[in-house]
Each structure stands twice: as structure tokens, then as C-alpha cells.
């Protein structure tokens, strides 16, 4: 089993920045290189993908995103971020984290979700 631990949300103008954190841990982890990601989604919408990194460091993004999120991962510490720049009011949503062992199915059924953590950008 996986547990994941996001941080770092919360209330940002628009035009400023945050960084997202997600803590991975569990006993199975040290066997697993798993791929991570980050979803968001906001009130009446689906959840969508937001960004994924294979344990290779291989990355995706979402259109709406790109040039302004970036993902990275700490593997030592099981860890990966978001760094979310120039951010819209379009963005607020809640943020969750994901995992699985396939970057594959790490962007479209993720087997591990963290809590969420809410991210409100004002105009």
C-alpha cells in the first residue's frame, strides 16, 4: 500500500506562484519506482491530469499548463512537487496527488490518491 501526503495549497492572487508538495511513503514503496502526478478538480468539472513523471523522469503536461507548471520528484525522499508559476483564476481547484507503478496508467487510473489540497487563485 502507498500513502501520499499532498501540501502546500492554498490562497495566491493571480499572477503569483505556489509549490505543491507530496509526500509517498509506505512499506511496499522501497520495491515499487512508481510514477506520480498531479490532477486537480474544480466544482462541476471531471478530474483531469495536470502533470505525470515516470521514475525515469520522463514528463507530461497538460495544454493548459504548459510553460507555467512544472513537475520534479526528489527520489530519495519519495517525493514530488509541483511548481505552479503565472497562475489563473482558472487554476483554483483541488489539487491531488497520484501514483502508480506505470506512467502509463499513472495519467488515466492512478491506483494510489492522496487527500487533496485546495489551491484558490483571486483575480
Known amino acids: 500500500q502507498v500513502q501520499l501526503q499532498e501540501s502546500g495549497g492554498g490562497l495566491v492572487q493571480a499572477g503569483g506562484s505556489l509549490r505543491l508538495s507530496c509526500a509517498a511513503s509506505g512499506r511496499t514503496l522501497s520495491r515499487l519506482r512508481i510514477a506520480m502526478g498531479w490532477f486537480r478538480q474544480a466544482p462541476g468539472n471531471q478530474r483531469e491530469l495536470v502533470a505525470a513523471m515516470g521514475s525515469g523522469g520522463t514528463e507530461k503536461y497538460a495544454e493548459s499548463v504548459k510553460g507555467r507548471f512544472t513537475i520534479s520528484r526528489d527520489n530519495a525522499q519519495n517525493t514530488v512537487y509541483l511548481q505552479m508559476n503565472s497562475l489563473k483564476p482558472e487554476d483554483t481547484a483541488v489539487y491531488y496527488c497520484?501514483?502508480?507503478?506505470?506512467?502509463?496508467?499513472?495519467?488515466?487510473?492512478?491506483?494510489?490518491w492522496g487527500q487533496g489540497t485546495q489551491v484558490t487563485v483571486s483575480s
Open positions: 497520484a501514483a502508480d507503478p506505470m506512467f502509463a496508467t499513472v495519467q488515466i487510473r492512478p491506483s494510489y
